[in-house]
Structure formats: C-alpha cells, structure tokens
C-alpha cells in the first residue's frame, strides 16, 4: 500500500478520533468542572507514568523486531503478555505505598481512582503494544480503526459516567475500557492476519524486547515527563482547580499532533525495513508538517477565545493565554516527532532519549521560577522551551547520524505547493495536473 493511502486512511481515521478526543476534553470540562478535571488530570497521569516507568519500554520494541522478522509475531506477543503481567504486579503495588503514604497530597484522591490507575496499566501497554505491532507490519487500516475504538468508547464511556455520578475517580474507569476495547480489537485483527499459532514463547525474546526497550525507555519517560512536567508540578505546589486549567490548555494544543502521528504511523514499517527512500520521505514531511502545523496554529491563536467557551465553559477562559503560549512549542514538537520517529526505525531510540533528557533539564529548571510567579501561564512557558531545546538537539544529532545538511529540513514556500498536492489527492481523491518534485537529500 503506497505512503499516500495509507496517509489518507490513517488521516481520515485521525479527523475522527481528534472529534472524539475534543469530545472527552469537553464533557469533562462541562460535568466536573475545574476542581474535577484537575483530579482527573491526575488520575491519568499516574496511570500513564506506572505504565511507561514499569514497561522497560517494550511498546515500540516488539514492532522493531516484527519489522525486522526477527523472531516469529506468536513469540512477540507472549513476550508481550509476560511483561505486561509483571508491570502490572509493580504498578499495584507501587499504588498502594502512594496510597498508604499519601506521596500526592490531593486529598480527594482516593483508592477507588487509583485501582482504576492499575486497571489502566495493562489496558495501555497491551494496546500500545499491539499498536506498534500492526504499524510496523503496515496495518494502515487496523490501526486506524482502533484509535476510533479507542476514543470513541472513551468518550461514550466518560459521558455517562460523569453524567450519572461526576466523580473524576470512576471517570478514569473510562480511560480503562477505550484502551481495553482497542487491545482486544488489535488482538483479534492481529490473530486473523498472522500465524499466532501454535503459541511460542522466548526467553531470548524478552530479552531482546527489553535490550531495544531499555534504548527507548529513557526517551519515552522523558518525553512523558517533557509533556506532563506542568502537571506534576502543580499537583505538589498547587491546586486541583489550577491542575485542571493546565491539563485543558495542554489537552487542545495536543490535539495538534493529529498530523505528525498520522504520519508516524505509516512511516514507521517503511523505516525498520530500510529503504533506501526513508530520510527522503522523513526531510518532505517535516517540511510539510510545519507549514500544516503553522495554519492550524494561527486558527486556534486567533479564535482561541470562542473556542474555549464552546467547549469547556466560560469557567476555562483563565487558559487562553496558556494556550497562546503553548503553540510555538506545539509547532516544534510536531516537527519533531517526525524526525524522532525515525531515529526509532532505525534503531537508534537512544538519541531521542538525549534529547528529551535536555528538554527535561530546561524545563525542571524554568518551571521552578516561572509557575511561583505567573502560575499556569508560568508552566505553559516552560513546557514549550522544553519543546524547542528538544528540537534543537534532534537536528544536532540528524547531521552527525545522517552526514546531511539540516537544509534539507528548512521549510521553503514551494513546500506549500507540494502539501496542496498530497492533500488534493488523499481526500478529494481525484488526478492533478500539477507537478512538483521534491528537492533530492
């Protein structure tokens, strides 16, 4: 399947999902306000973090070396399932030293919401996972079709539920049953292309899952710490309501990186089996990226204000300026993932890692004298100087890996011309007798 359809399918896939996505951010908004979204916010949090610091990142190993073919997709997922088991042990029971410690001083946060954060950690990993499966097998579709599952069943999930009881601690239950319906449907699509039986398990696998994991392990939290610093800031230093406001103002610009991930996600089996194409197709992107990036921007910036009383109340109206604040590291983190997607393919997670580390540094170190003296305007301004000092240190690494000139990554105005062409003939569908020929790297 050619990188244009498979983009068009994954796009019109993600135009879904991004509705559902606004869909939860604003049910959660209107039905438990500030104060609710704020412990919500926490909730994930924590779920996210026992997930990603328990797995050794295995999420996108198992899909480098189903890639690579080199061990049989049956070992892969066994491998899978017994680390998956194992984090979920470690999660539970560092749940309950939190709670028996009470090392988050929210006092609203209690053992209910925090089961359903250990719930949450076999549901993520497992759809994750199996996500990366299918994206580095070049499942266009399926993966596709599951972020629909996901999000959709989240948000039908997290009406109810906040309708019903308003409680931000059974809402993360909502969390739980998207990723869970998204793990089972990946599984199923995943038994019915591949040969999965008889079921085989390696020990060498696991090891290997965990040697490439460990290499994607630090870039990953580091990119989770870089994304959620704010968050778990405020948590020590602030309120819940102020919590609230940062993870809705974090929560619509993160809706922005609808167009670097569809992109990801059918980059990445064209990556790890090496053609010889694949910097080419990353240094387009990353040029058209910006430019999409940089529309999408200027429309949230100049209708930012309507925007947030559509769809998270009046009440929310203290994050606008976040928001303004948050869109240049938006649009250079966007361009980033691209570029680090491809440090992934071809199996150098480790600089990502780097990166992120230094972003992590910036970040910490500004958000300890801005978020005192200006809040969550405070943190918006760090997160996005931790975006940008990631970005600077991926192109750093892009010449020394690659020996190319970080020209060939420079947005132009002919790039324009060449986004209107690959968007003309991924939705409209239809032949064009404009010609454009991208520069070679």
Known sequence: ??????????????????????????????????????????????????????????????????????????????????????????????????????????????????????????????????????????????????????????????????????????????????????????????????????????????????????????????EFVNIQLGTIVITFIGGAADIGYFSKAVALTGRIAIIPEVLNSVLLSRIVKGQEESLEIVAKLIRMVFWAIVVVCSVIAVFSKPIVGILFSSSFYPIIIPILLLLPGILVRSCSKVLALYYNGIGRPELNSYSLASAIVVNIVLMIFLLPHYGVSGAAMATSCGYLVDGVVLLFFFTRVTGRSIKVLVPTMDDIVAFRVFFDKAIKKKNTNRKYTFEKV
């Open 1 to 222: 399947m050619s990188l244009l359809k498979d983009s068009s399918i994954v796009f019109l896939s993600r135009i879904v999902t991004i509705f559902c996505g606004l869909a939860i951010a604003s049910a959660t908004a209107w039905l438990l306000k500030p104060v609710g979204c704020g412990e919500l916010a926490v909730y994930t949090v924590v779920g996210l973090l026992l997930a990603l610091a328990s797995s050794g990142g295995i999420e996108m190993a198992g899909g480098y070396y189903a890639g690579i073919r080199k061990y049989k997709i049956s070992e892969i997922i066994s491998g899978l399932f017994f680390i998956t088991l194992m984090s979920t042990v470690i999660s539970a029971i560092a749940v309950y030293l939190i709670w028996r410690y009470q090392v988050i001083s929210i006092d609203t946060l209690g053992p209910t919401g925090l089961t359903a954060c250990v719930c949450f950690v076999p549901a993520l990993l497992l759809s994750t996972s199996l996500w990366y499966l299918h994206s580095a097998l070049g499942h266009a579709v399926v993966f596709s079709v599951s972020h629909i599952i996901s999000q959709g069943s989240t948000a039908i999930t997290i009406f109810l539920i906040s309708w019903q009881t308003r409680s931000p601690e059974l809402a993360m239950y909502a969390y739980v049953i998207g990723q869970s319906a998204a793990a089972v449907y990946l599984l199923f699509e995943l038994a019915r292309k591949e040969k999965l039986l008889p079921i085989s398990f390696s020990f060498l696998c696991i090891k290997d899952l965990y040697t490439y994991g460990i290499k994607y392990y630090f870039g990953r939290m580091s």
